[in-house]
């Protein structure tokens, strides 16, 4: 089955510094999303990127979808204590039209921010 | 946030004892999740609805039934939970007209001892 792949797992980085987390799927995906999970939080959705080479950004935060449409990243600029939290990101699963709005998520990226 | 809720927010139980979670949504979405979240794994999903009595398993089902009989709420059940089955679990929901994009609600956190 489709598999959406995750790294680096963890991410300890002094406060002002840059993070990226990166996400590889198995499969080709119509869109990509990224969530953010604060500690002892839910997930909540960031953004969703459709285009190939697509490039969206809020904030310090810049997402990218590589353009074979089976990658993307998430890179912060100059992390604060506030980026503090687990970045998840997912693809659609299923198969064309019976995806029931599934998603396949990555395992994870814990980023830990010391100031 | 999307008004979704989970009942109990916290539950310790005991080997072998059912239990039941709950997820209520006030948004009229038709598509309802059921994951778990355990270190390492990320979110891993465990059934999901599609509409009223329309129901499916995910990745990780065994063990665990559903059922949802209105399209605001959303249950699941541990039938006879074992240790394995602790675990933060997540209901989430999805109008998936165009999107497919996920609302959570706050978790539940069920420890079996």
């Known amino acids: 089955g489709q598999q959406v792949m995750q790294i680096p797992q963890y991410q300890h980085v002094q406060e002002g510094e840059d993070f990226t987390t990166y996400c590889n799927s198995s499969t080709t995906l119509s869109n990509i999303q990224w969530y953010k999970q604060r500690p002892g939080g839910h997930p909540v959705f960031l953004i969703q990127l459709v285009k190939s080479g697509e490039v969206k950004k809020q904030k310090r935060l810049t997402f990218q979808f590589g353009e074979a449409k089976k990658n993307s990243s998430l890179h912060i600029t100059a992390t604060q204590t506030t980026d503090v939290g687990t970045y998840f990101c997912?693809?659609?699963?299923?198969?064309?039209?019976?995806?029931?709005?599934?998603?396949?998520f990555g395992q994870g990226t814990i980023l830990t921010v010391h100031p | 946030d999307a008004g979704i809720t989970q009942s109990p927010r916290h539950k310790v139980t005991e080997t072998g004892t059912p239990v039941t979670l709950r997820c209520h949504q006030t948004e009229n979405h038709r598509y309802m999740y059921w994951y778990r979240q355990d270190p390492g794994h990320g979110l891993r999903l465990i059934h999901y609805?599609?509409?009223?009595?329309?129901?499916d398993k995910g990745e990780v089902s065994d063990g665990y039934s559903v059922s949802r009989s209105k399209t605001e709420d959303f249950l699941l059940t541990l039938e006879s939970a074992t240790s394995s089955q602790t675990s933060v679990y997540f209901c989430a929901i999805s109008d998936s007209g165009v999107t497919d994009t996920q609302y959570f609600g706050p978790g539940t956190r069920l420890t079996v001892l």
């Open positions: 609805s599609y509409g009223v009595k329309d129901t």
């Open positions: 997912a693809g659609p699963s299923g198969a064309g039209g019976t995806s029931y709005g599934k998603l396949t």
